[in-house]
């Protein structure tokens, strides 16, 4: 294969072993920044979990909070499924994506520890191994964690936008 000019710019065919070499070099680049974002999913998974908490202990003793309180506009029921829909999606969004993030946490450095370890040790690449196992442990634990406060808010913030709708409806859609 020749090569193809572009005024200054040559463009050469590139071989399958320059473009692995590419690829992996690429894919080794993700892991610091996919090992990041699986510490804020841990992050704000554990903050979710405090506020679940809290808000289960003031259910239990018999004040549940009020989540679903629209302060810009009238109460209308799209309003208050849209302030629910806005308080779950963090929690969706970290239950789906965490195990992913877990995932290319393993799968990234799997590959160089695996060539490495048939051709004798390297306790570098063995080490990051570790690593990213306890990477994506941490991933799943976080995304079991919010599935489980995003399955139980969701019933919760249900129930009170039910309750509330049937106020309004009695009352004739008066506001709160």
Same mark, same amino acid.
């Given at each position: 294969m020749q090569s193809v000019s572009l005024g200054r710019f040559a463009l050469r065919p590139v071989s399958h072993v320059e473009l692995e070499a590419v690829l992996v070099e690429?894919?080794?680049a993700l892991w610091w920044p996919v090992?990041? %974002?699986?510490?804020?999913?841990v992050g704000y998974t554990l903050v979710k979990l405090g506020g679940f908490l809290t808000e289960a202990l003031m259910?239990?003793?018999?004040?549940?909070? !009020?989540? %679903?309180?629209?302060?810009?506009?009238?109460?209308?029921?799209?309003?208050?499924?849209?302030?629910?829909?806005?308080?779950?999606?963090?929690?969706?969004?970290?239950?789906?994506?965490g195990?992913? %993030?877990?995932l290319i946490?393993?799968?990234?450095?799997?590959?160089?520890?695996?060539s490495t370890a048939t051709g004798g040790t390297d306790g570098d690449s063995l080490a990051r191994l570790g690593g990213s196992f306890a990477s994506v442990i941490l991933a799943l634990t976080a995304?079991?964690?919010?599935?489980?406060?995003?399955?139980?808010?969701?019933?919760w913030l249900l129930e009170e936008l039910s309750? !509330?709708?049937?106020?309004k409806s009695k009352s004739g859609g008066s506001h709160d």
């Open positions: 690429l894919s080794q090992v990041g %974002l699986i510490a804020l999913v259910r239990s003793a018999g004040s549940p909070k !009020r989540a %679903l309180l629209v302060k810009d506009g009238p109460e209308t029921p799209e309003a208050m499924e849209l302030l629910m829909v806005k308080e779950l999606e963090g929690l969706r969004i970290c239950s789906r994506v195990p992913m %993030l877990g946490a393993t799968m990234v450095p799997l590959g160089p520890a695996l995304a079991s964690i919010a599935f489980a406060v995003h399955t139980v808010r969701r019933r309750i !509330r709708l049937a106020s």
